[in-house]
């Protein structure tokens, strides 16, 4: 049973950082590539970031780029979104996914909110 759990949400002001992380088990961590998706209240979920199974390449949003970092660790079966200079924009829920042969699984979404 694969599963993914996501932590490190809060509610910041504009400009602040935090990091959240996606704890996966139950499938070959490190043979997957991972995404953080978003979704804004009244919007659809969308991409935010993507790694590849190795950690050397990444894919950002056009919206996050040069603010937002996501990294692996594989020896922890953790994928982490490193999110600076965050905006009123960003305020979502952020939600950890990995597709795999065996299906496409998604973790239960930690709550990010960006409000002065």
């Known amino acids: 049973q694969v599963q993914l759990v996501e932590s490190g949400g809060g509610e910041v002001q504009p400009g602040d950082s935090l990091r959240l992380s996606c704890v996966a088990s139950g499938h070959t961590f490190y043979t997957y590539d991972m995404g953080w998706f978003r979704q804004a209240p009244g919007k659809e979920r969308e991409l935010v970031a993507a790694?590849?199974?190795?950690?050397?390449?990444?894919y950002y949003v056009d919206s996050v780029k040069g603010r937002f970092t996501i990294s692996r660790d594989n020896a922890k079966n953790t994928v982490y979104l490193q999110m600076n200079s965050l905006k009123p924009e960003d305020t979502a829920d952020y939600y950890c996914n990995v597709d795999t042969f065996a299906g496409n699984y998604w973790g239960q979404g930690t709550q990010v909110t960006v409000s002065s």
């Open positions: 790694i590849i199974w190795s950690g050397g390449t990444t």
